[in-house]
């Protein structure tokens, strides 16, 4: 009696009453072993139930209550006869070296089929990835496409430098606003006094940091002082802007907006922040006012006319919306070829300036969107400042470390200001001397003597910043860094 899986006598012997004749016969011819089922050793067909609960021989399905056991005496099992000599000990190693040599053929081929195999799988899973990539590119091209023609159904630019207007004109209120505050600007800004008062070049090179807030709204990167000096508009990229006191060191008002803030400004005491999703808002005593989803994109920067209660806002649909506080309502809104990122109105409030992500800066006629000269740059322009005498426009573009300084007199560049580190966002104070910029590495002041019509920087500093302003009379720089935390520099 052999065991069906080992091939050698069973210890304790075990018949299935599965893989031979039925168990009514087996009981009838239970002196018959050979009529049986096959024989197992107990332990071996055990695991093997165990592990795949069927016969091993028949294929059919095997408990251990199936198993019969059978009673035998115990014997000592005998050496093979064959393992007794030299010569059949080397017969035996010369069998199993076959046994090797054939399993590792095996083991090869399968190796070879396996690589084969893996080679197909990945070149298909590169051609499934290229294909997913081209159809994200047709969905997002598509979206764009599509984002256009739902806000206000507006048509895209017929070429060159057109510009397609949203609404047919600017209502003729709106027109007379600006056309007053140009007169009366135009004539006062280039005559205009310093101020009583105002921050000299000996005092600014002493400027050192004075007071320093707790984080605010980490990842924001967006400051704006009011008319006061003392409320300063700061926001974050969880969708939360605040109105912080410099004078008590605290949050005064907490404006949700429900998406990362892109920008924020005041426009006398109304709050205006514009989001990542597009919307443009506005807050009058931290409570909501108006809310606006005219940017089918990010609405990238808003910036307040020289009237106040004229608000313009671009965005990363290549638009840019006019807005008027006196009635909560859009004005206009006038498309170009590329994604806006930066825009300021000029002092007198006749122009507009935008930069785009193709490296251009267009300037628009406000009252009627049409194109009114073009500055070229080197790279997407993040920022833009006039100087308040309206002869100079500055300049930013990505990843930058020098400042553009354009003449619009003569629409030429004027200079270009090598400050060695980065910038990101610029301010120049009321005078017109003084230009200030911030970025990840410091700030820095450049001033302009308009006698000698040369530049110097009276200021240096260490203070990272991602937005800047300046405090009254220009006696102090606030800055806000990366994590929120705003920063006043000055002589104490």
């Keep these: 009696m052999l065991c069906a899986i080992s091939g050698e006598a069973p210890q304790v012997p075990v018949v299935s009453t599965k893989s031979g004749m039925s168990i009514l016969r087996t009981i009838r011819l239970l002196s018959m072993l ?172 002493s400027y050192k940091p004075a007071v320093s807030s707790e984080p605010l709204y980490p990842g924001g990167k967006s400051l704006s002082v009011d008319s006061t000096g003392d409320l300063a508009l700061v926001g974050g990229v969880d969708g939360i802007a605040g109105v912080y006191s410099i004078s008590k060191q605290q949050i005064v008002q907490t404006l949700k907006v429900g998406s990362p803030i892109t920008d924020a400004v005041f426009a006398g005491s109304t709050a205006v922040v514009a989001s990542a999703s597009g919307s443009v808002k506005f807050f009058n005593n931290g409570t909501e006012t108006a809310s606006f989803d005219s940017h089918a994109g990010e609405a990238t920067a808003v910036v307040v006319h020289p009237t106040g209660d004229i608000v313009a806002s671009v965005g990363a649909d290549k638009s840019y919306v006019l807005y008027d506080l006196a009635t909560s309502s859009v004005i206009t809104q006038i498309y170009g070829n590329a994604s806006l990122l930066s825009a300021k109105f000029h002092p007198d409030g006749h122009l507009l300036a935008v930069g785009g992500t193709d490296g251009q800066i267009q300037v628009y006629d406000v009252k009627s969107g049409v194109v009114a000269a073009n500055f070229p740059m080197q790279a997407p322009v993040i920022n833009l400042e006039f100087s308040e005498n309206g002869y100079f426009m500055a300049a930013v573009t990505e990843n930058s470390t020098d400042i553009s300084i354009w003449d619009l007199r003569k629409s030429k560049l004027h200079k270009v200001l090598e400050t060695g580190t980065k910038i990101t966002t610029l301010a120049w104070d009321y005078t017109g001397q003084f230009l200030l910029s911030g970025g990840p590495n410091g700030i820095t002041i450049q001033q302009y003597t308009k006698s000698t019509k040369e530049w110097s920087e009276p200021l240096r500093s260490a203070v990272p910043a991602v937005g800047v302003a300046w405090g009254p009379l220009a006696q102090s720089v606030l800055t806000i860094n990366t994590e929120g935390v705003l920063n006043v520099l000055n002589q104490s």
């Design 34 to 205: 050979t009529c049986l089922g096959n024989v197992f050793e107990k332990r071996l067909i055990e695991a093997y139930i165990a592990e795949n609960g069927k016969d091993p021989v028949t294929g059919e399905d095997l408990s251990t209550d199936d198993l019969v056991e059978l009673k035998t005496a115990r014997v000592v099992r005998p050496r093979p006869p064959t393992l007794t000599s030299i010569p059949s000990l080397l017969g035996v190693f010369q069998e199993e070296w076959d046994a090797l040599a054939l399993e590792t053929y095996t083991l090869r081929q399968a190796l070879v089929q396996t690589r084969q195999e893996l080679s197909t799988a990945l070149y298909q899973h590169d051609a499934a990835v290229r294909v997913i990539a081209r159809l994200t590119k047709e969905r997002d091209e598509a979206r764009e496409t599509l984002s256009k023609i739902s806000v206000g159904s507006a048509r895209a630019p017929a070429g060159g430098d057109a510009m397609q207007v949203d609404s047919a004109k600017i209502p003729d209120s709106v027109v007379a606003r600006i056309e007053e505050t140009q007169a009366k600007l135009s004539k006062s800004r280039i005559k205009r006094p310093i101020p009583e008062g105002w921050a000299t070049s000996e005092a600014i090179q």
